[in-house]
């Protein structure tokens, strides 16, 4: 049985517990890419290890922010691979600017991932089922990536996927054209004017997309005293992109191509990405499951009550 870490005194736990744990397993790397400069990584390793998952983490997050899913997979013999995507954290940056998150096509992710697979994760996992665990943007990652390579992983969880980004307030269709519009004025690095730099005050709680105000908390200090962790707005560059991964991802020639066991963990109450789209993925990728949690965007930041049935069934899944 899985033991999901306590409310009550969440951060306690965390600090005296968890982190010390994660520090005495942790390997950080900066792998060298192709395209120049660096992919960080988080390596968590283990002899007694049965299986291996990749880790990749959402639109302005990090690998850091997925320590408490490392402890748990780490706990069920899990090997753990996390990145920095680039353009966030430790990773490499096109803009100085750390609250801003930037990528020139959606299709470096892509490669970045491919050659972490290939540098790092194919060698050290020969004897290992491969599995993965992909939120948000990095679940548009994953997706493209099952599409395109079937013997990288033996399952995949795609939780609260960017299958369709929302573009709240405004309508997709206008969305789509104010990001196109600012791209071909060269406008493509700036800041979107949905957007506004790292503060605390422009990012309470009550608007975020976790449910677990003591997990919030927690995270929300370490990006107040780290700027690596400060992304907090997209250029009109990467609006264009994240608007581009939804005609890829639900082309049912290319969902047919997945042929990894599939679970789609939804946000029913998700206002980041839209639902009818990621039903409609789950549709077309043979096999796939979906799972519903009464819960925001961030389903591994939710109270207990829903974490107790996430961790375990996510956990399950990719056991097999």
Request: charged content about 25%; glycine content about 6%.
């Amino acid at each position: 049985m899985i033991s999901i870490l306590p409310e009550s005194n969440y951060a306690a736990v965390m600090a005296e517990t968890v982190e010390p744990y994660l520090d005495s397993r942790r390997q950080e790397m900066d792998m060298p890419l192709s395209t120049g400069g660096t992919l960080h990584a988080e390596v968590y390793e283990q002899p007694d290890a049965t299986r291996a998952v990749v880790i990749l983490h959402g639109y302005t997050e990090s690998a850091e922010k997925f320590r408490e899913m490392t402890w748990y997979f780490l706990n069920e013999k899990f090997n753990v691979y996390a990145i920095d995507h680039r353009g966030h954290g430790k990773s490499v940056r096109k803009i100085s600017d750390t609250s801003i998150t930037h990528v020139d096509a959606f299709s470096d992710y892509l490669r970045d991932l491919e050659e972490f697979m290939s540098g790092v994760v194919l060698p050290r996992t020969e004897h290992l089922p491969r599995v993965l665990y992909a939120h948000s943007m990095g679940g548009a990652i994953g997706g493209m990536t099952l599409m395109n390579h079937p013997e990288y992983f033996a399952r995949a969880v795609l939780t609260a996927p960017m299958i369709a980004p929302s573009s709240a307030p405004l309508p997709r269709w206008a969305g789509k054209l104010a990001a196109d519009f600012m791209c071909t004025i060269g406008k493509r690095e700036d800041r979107a004017f949905i957007g506004k730099p790292f503060s605390p005050e422009n990012e309470p709680f009550e608007t975020s997309c976790a449910t677990s105000r003591v997990r919030f908390d927690y995270y929300e200090r370490k990006r107040i005293d780290n700027a690596h962790l400060q992304n907090c707005s997209p250029t009109y560059g990467w609006v264009q992109e994240a608007i581009g991964v939804t005609k890829v991802l639900l082309d049912p020639v290319k969902d047919k191509q997945i042929t990894t066991p599939l679970l789609l963990c939804q946000a029913s109450l998700d206002k980041t990405v839209c639902l009818p789209e990621q039903k409609q993925f789950v549709a077309q990728v043979p096999g796939a499951k979906l799972s519903v949690y009464p819960a925001k965007h961030e389903i591994y930041m939710s109270t207990n009550d829903v974490m107790e049935k996430y961790v375990p069934e996510v956990i399950g899944f990719l056991r097999g």
